[in-house]
């Protein structure tokens, strides 16, 4: 029967520089063998967060536990050393006056007597057993992340902190390289809490994402939940590209140049902003407009002129003037389409794929 205690949890951490709260009540857990992203813009608290739980920096308020153990609150700090973590930083720190043997093989203890096997397993584990007596200068960046990422793992940690660990890669790099840290990271049963500002790469590595901004969690859940229910608009602009449409509600019901859609829920004549992404706006090529009437998912046929497309590798991104009220709206369409400015057009919108927030007025 596996454990019930989670591997890492947090508890209400706060923590302020010079008055200025940076990281503001914030709670979660991870289990062992998951994957946690925090994400969110630079600035919003998730490397102090981070830095907190490695035991570099002494929080304000709040509770840290590993494997039910308090190791931190508001009046005591254990070390990093007794905490069993692993750290990798973009930077990968790794010693240039040692070979990558030496630097996998550094934090295991020299009474350890399988560390030279631990470190030839590792080392084979990531395909660099013949990098053995090679140099960090004499390394890629994805055989240092490598290094990096195994040399943290050798101690066996029951917790690997990543800060940001894959942004100094090329980008042609880096899904392999993610992929690979991914799979030997689930293999060793490693809790994973991951920092970073990229949603691409939360949404490939976490099994849950805690969403930050201005030092609060404003939603967590999977990463299919994340993206498709997202708490406000600022949250789904977080993940993509949007399109706002605005409107009011009077019985329920909003108009858009897409025929009226549902916004339950709302007083009559309160503002709402409904929201689509540009890849579930679809341009009507069947009818045109004029063929038969469209279904409910999908709304009404509205017409458009286009402004200007451009090719962006695996999609065509167009913008439209909407006839209706003029408009601009995004859509994205796969492969090369790249219709001339000044084309009409008539386009679709999903209404199962859409957002409605009420419009918050400012006090």
């Keep these: 029967m596996k454990s019930l205690i989670p591997r890492l949890e947090i508890s209400r951490l706060s923590k302020s520089f010079a008055k200025v709260k940076v990281v503001d009540d914030i709670s979660f857990s991870i289990a062992p063998g998951q994957v946690t992203c925090l994400l969110g813009p630079s600035g919003c608290g998730k490397s102090t967060t981070l830095r907190m739980i490695a035991g570099v920096e002494d929080t304000d308020g709040g509770v840290v536990t590993i494997d039910g153990r308090t190791v931190a609150n508001d009046q005591f700090n254990d070390p990093p050393e007794s905490r069993s973590i692993g750290l990798i930083f973009q930077d990968f720190a790794l010693f240039p006056h040692l070979n990558v043997f030496e630097n996998v093989s550094f934090g295991l203890e020299s009474k350890c007597k399988n560390k030279d096997r ?177 279904t409910k998912e999908e709304g009404v046929p509205s017409k458009a002129v286009v402004e200007s497309s451009r090719f962006v590798g695996r999609e065509s991104l167009i913008e439209f003037k909407m006839n209706s009220d003029n408009s601009i709206l995004k859509a994205s369409v796969p492969a090369v389409f790249l219709p001339k400015p000044g084309t009409i057009l008539w386009l679709t919108m999903r209404r199962d794929r859409c957002f409605v927030f009420p419009v918050k007025k400012l006090s």
Excluded: W
């Design 118 to 294: 631990r470190t030839n397993e590792l080392l084979e584990r990531v395909g660099l057993q013949n990098f053995a007596l090679k140099y960090p200068h004499q390394l890629s960046g994805g055989e240092q992340q490598r290094v990096a990422l195994i040399r943290a793992l050798a101690p066996k940690p029951k917790i690997m902190l990543m800060d940001e660990p894959f942004s100094g890669l090329d980008d042609r790099l880096r899904d392999g390289i993610r992929d690979e840290t991914l799979s030997v990271l689930k293999e060793e049963g490693t809790a994973v809490l991951l920092v970073t500002h990229d949603p691409y790469e939360a949404m490939c590595m976490a099994d849950e994402i805690a969403l930050m901004r201005k030092g609060k969690i404003v939603q967590k859940g999977s990463p299919y939940n994340i993206y498709n229910s997202p708490v406000d608009i600022a949250s789904a602009a977080f993940f993509s590209e949007i399109n706002v449409i605005k409107g009011y509600s009077k019985g329920s019901l909003t108009d858009t140049p897409f025929g009226r859609f549902l916004t339950p829920g709302l007083l009559d004549g309160t503002q709402v902003d409904i929201v689509i992404r540009p890849q579930h706006l679809r341009i009507d090529f069947d009818r045109n407009g004029r063929g038969p009437n469209p």
